[in-house]
């Protein structure tokens, strides 16, 4: 028990994505904040860690053929699979949202003033979002990449000091990465009002068709989200930080 209690949220998640559903009923933000342990976030929350960790065990051996052991896969392929399946995700629908809320506002906003403030921070996130991804993808990604390509050519693993595996013009990796969770935990934040302003996403009695999907599309954003930011906080940006560290010398 009191190893499960030191343990991050982060790595429970990161080995079994199942146990983010057991966070999420508790409360617990397992991507932004995954590196608080057990113990830290059990007794802020007035949590029973023996209640959670064994939720978080039963989770882990139920048997189930469709979770994706993202742990084994190589940087270049999870930041493919990230781009391919979240960004795109990202694209696709913002500006989906965006026109159901601008309705919505237009038609319930008299009776329902929190929408306003929702399109707001929606506005804002898909915004934000959009410069994040370009940032991810023209700078910090092709050089996950190269990073990959690098440990994978071992006649370049012998050049430690040389071109090939010196450091980019932005310097460590640390740095991009450090700007995008600082980014990551702003959209959270974002998503987190969101949510309390709508009431978990739970439209009123007198909502409309168009009301009630455009609650369950933003349940939908934020749960993509949220899966988006874990695969990078927890297992992308961790593997790059310490391929690069080996790849140039660098002892911590």
Request: glycine residues 4%.
């Amino acid at each position: 028990m009191e190893n499960m209690n030191s343990k991050t949220i982060s790595e429970f998640v990161a080995a079994d994505y199942r146990t983010a559903a057991v966070f999420k009923n508790y409360g617990i933000d397992f991507c932004c904040k995954g590196g608080r342990t057990i113990a830290e976030v059990c007794d802020k929350k007035d949590i029973s860690a023996e209640e959670l960790i064994d939720r978080l065990e039963k989770v882990t051996v139920q048997a189930n053929d469709e979770v994706i052991d993202f742990q084994s896969w190589p940087m270049d392929k999870l930041a493919d699979y990230i781009e391919t399946k979240h960004h795109r995700y990202i694209d696709r629908t913002s500006p989906v949202i965006n026109e159901y809320l601008d309705k919505l506002c237009k038609v319930h906003g008299d009776h329902h003033p929190e929408l306003f403030e929702i399109n707001e921070q929606f506005k804002a996130a898909s915004s934000e979002l959009a410069m994040h991804m370009k940032k991810e993808e023209m700078i910090l990604f092709p050089y996950i990449r190269r990073m990959a390509e690098q440990v994978v050519c071992e006649t370049q693993t012998t050049d430690r000091n040389g071109d090939e595996a010196g450091l980019p013009g932005f310097g460590s990796v640390e740095n991009p990465i450090g700007m995008m969770m600082d980014e990551h935990t702003i959209e959270g934040d974002r998503f987190r009002k969101m949510s309390e302003l709508s009431d978990i996403y739970s439209p009123p009695a007198d909502a409309c068709n168009t009301y009630r999907v455009a609650y369950a599309v933003l349940k939908e954003f934020e749960d993509d989200l949220h899966m988006h930011i874990h695969l990078e906080n927890n297992i992308l940006f961790p593997r790059a930080i310490e391929t690069e560290r080996d790849l140039i010398g660098i002892e911590v």
